[in-house]
């Protein structure tokens, strides 16, 4: 059973940052593309970054390109994102997906998280 559990949210006032951490079981998670994705209220869910399994290879909303950074440690089965110079527009629930082939797509991930709340203050 496939398990991805997303952790690290919470409430930061703009400018600050957060690290989320997405722990992954289940998969051989070295044989999948990661990916970040976020909702807001009301909105759709829109992809923000994503990470080839050997970490060479990495893609940016261009909301978020320069920012926030992905990484993974395939040994630890755990991908990360480190979220800086954060924005009240960065307020949404933050979700892991896994994916076989790279896709800015959410209906291409086949695994996801519960998601984690960040929250933005002014």
């Known amino acids: 059973q496939v398990q991805l559990v997303e952790s690290g949210g919470g409430l930061v006032q703009a400018g600050g940052s957060l690290r989320l951490s997405c722990a992954a079981s289940?998969?051989?998670?070295?044989?999948?593309?990661m990916g970040w994705f976020r909702q807001a209220p009301g909105k759709e869910r829109e992809f923000v970054a994503a990470?080839?399994?050997?970490?060479?290879?990495?893609y940016y909303a261009d909301s978020v390109e320069g920012r926030f950074t992905i990484s993974r440690d395939n040994a630890a089965n755990t991908v990360y994102l480190q979220m800086n110079s954060l924005k009240p527009d960065d307020t949404a629930v933050y979700y892991c997906?896994?994916?076989?082939?790279?896709?800015?797509?959410?209906?291409?991930?086949?695994?996801w998280g519960q998601g984690t709340q960040v929250t933005v203050s002014s």
């Open positions: 997906a896994a994916t076989r082939r790279y896709s800015r797509d959410y209906a291409s991930y086949a695994y």
């Open positions: 990470i080839r399994w050997s970490g060479g290879n990495t």
């Open positions: 289940g998969l051989t998670f070295s044989s999948y593309v």
